[in-house]
Nanobody
Framework: QVHLVESGGGLVQAGGSLRLSCAASGRTSFSTYAMGWFRQAPGKERDFVAAISKSGGTRYYADSVEGRFTISRDNAKMTVYLQMNDLKLEDAAVYYC????????????????????WGQGTQVAVSS
């Protein structure tokens, strides 16, 4: 069981940057969990943003954020990050941190169905 708490959301101008953090807690070994981020804008479905393997050696990104966003993790701090650069109006959404204890990691983790643990979300707003 793992509990996830996101932070770092806020209002930023288009072209600006934000770094989201997700702190994990619970009776768990953080390094056994793949981690990721999804987002949901009003009236839209929850979309995959990025995911990272247990060791951090493999990362997946949505095409819409590739080259602008970077996912990373610090297993000692039990935290995963999402560095968001060159933010666009269409990046505005609630961002959710996700975790899944798994022995494998592949593109199936781009689906929200692959994740058992979700945080409450943090709001990102982008102004023009």
């Amino acid at each position: 069981q793992v509990h996830l708490v996101e932070s770092g959301g806020g209002l930023v101008q288009a072209g600006g940057s934000l770094r989201l953090s997700c702190a994990a807690s619970g009776r768990t070994s953080f390094s056994t969990y793949a981690m990721g981020w999804f987002r949901q804008a009003p009236g839209k479905e929850r979309d995959f943003v990025a995911a990272i393997s247990k060791s951090g050696g493999t990362r997946y990104y949505a095409d819409s954020v590739e080259g602008r966003f970077t996912i990373s993790r610090d297993n000692a701090k039990m935290t995963v990050y999402l560095q968001m650069n060159d933010l666009k109006l269409e990046d505005a959404a609630v961002y959710y941190c996700v975790a899944e204890q798994t022995s494998s990691f592949n593109t199936e983790y781009c689906s929200h169905q692959s994740w058992d643990y979700w945080g409450q979300g943090t709001q990102v707003a982008v102004s023009s």
